[in-house]
């Protein structure tokens, strides 16, 4: 072993090395570069473990290296070419050129003066840093309290697999005083005031027919039509309105490994709503911490109203509706995509590829790419208002303190006589102690990530399959019971999508279109992404085949 022994004591030697040394190279004597210039990996080896030298190893397979870093190339940099030669022109709904004081925009956290309008230095300052993307001048943003602005610098990350998060198109929001928003206003009203009574109950309860009663005459109302107690709240997807309001991916026990976890929640108690003083909801918008907190129910429930799905998704991580569908999916042995080339193989099974473990890959790698996109729209195209800085305008124009363009079907609707005899005011009562989030209102993020990852889910199974023994939660969330009725996963993950963004709407933090143009923007993203993904697959098959969320059925 003496040879081997004094080779591997002159390599050590010349691995001690600092970085840029150099040596002169001698005879018997081995400096870094010669070392690793010179030498196979196999010869290190030998080497450095006293083990006979081989022969460098030789890779098999259909493509010789060469042809292997073509044929990546091709696959990376084809819709990189498209996108530059074509890039997209974003518009938007106009309001804040519109109105001076940008009651049109979101400016949580900024400065307002007691009618809760944004110090103008200060929108301007955020503006200037939204454009010029310098950490200095986002240091240099006056804020008016504690909260800091959510991740705009986010906006500006690339997304280098599926487009570019600057390649997405988006609908125009609502424009603040048009009867659209106006109407979506409404509905958050209602739904808020709707926060405890249970899906089970909407047949029967006062409070869903005066709603029912009042979205129904509201002109631009974007809900399903005709508007009832079967189909107040819902979405606007395939399946939404089939079944019981909740999907069954969020009822169903969740398979995880050894354990299964049943979806019982910490969910809030009834009535546990805030910001309907005037003053503290002044000092959520300057950016100050809430004065008071959520109460939470003691006993564990599976979701039964408007306020449980309201609760899951204020502590959710962010792609964990999606995950948990995923593994339910394996559960309950669903059948594949029809599309799916291991349906035809005979000896071999899929995994890294087709299988579990790709599809649990697809739910996350799309929620990446799905939130820098929905950022990119929401900082630096729309920065729509929120609901709760909107509803400021409403308590002022009702109570004669400010006067506004808000649209007169709004004014005139009796959800603001129900609101304010409940709780004096005319704001929003929100389900979270902070209110929103400190980022724009559209897109909705919870939208576009599910968007995102049911799109992928929709691609893997079969959407077709039922299924089996479906649930309902009780009226009192405190069991499951038997659903009698046929339900399908292409069905059931739609109204997935729509109950999370649903959800951020019942909260007070977000509008309809918020969440369903989330839901498309996550869709279009996640469509990019399998389709470059496609391409990478070997194994021969038609492509990916799901419904959209327009209920277009297409093979990526």
Known sequence: MKNSDEESSKAEHSLEKADGEHTTDQPGRLNRRSFLGGVTAATVAAGFLGLPTIAEAKEIGPENPVQRREDEWVRRNGDAVAEKLLPPKHPTNGDEDRYFNKIGNFSKGLPHDVLGEVELSAYTGLITALTSGAASDFEAIQLGGVVKLSNPQSSYAYCLEGSDSHVGVTALPPAYAGNEQGSEMAENYWMALARDVAFANYDSDPTIAAAVADLSTFPNYQGPQPVTPDTIFRGFTPGDLIGPYVSQFLALPIPYGAMTVPQQITTNVAGDDHMTSYLGWLNIQNGGAPTDHNVFDSTPRYMRDLRDIAAFVHKDFSYEAGL??????????????????????????????????DVLDMVGRVSAAALRCVYFQKWLVHRRVRPEEYAGNVQNQMTGQGSYPLPARLLSSPVLTAIFDKYGTYLLPMAYAEGCPAHPSFPQGHGTLIGATVTVLKAFYNETFEIPNPVVASSDGLSLEPYNGSLTIGNELNKLAANIARARDASGVHWRSDGMNGLLLGEAAAIKILKDLKANYWEQFAGFQLTKFNGRTIVI
Not at 332 to 342: G, H, K
């Open 324 to 357: 948990n569908a995923a593994l339910i999916l394996g559960g309950m042995a669903a059948t594949l995509d029809p599309n799916n080339p291991y349906l035809s193989y005979t000896k071999t099974a899929a995994f890294g590829t087709f299988g579990a473990p």
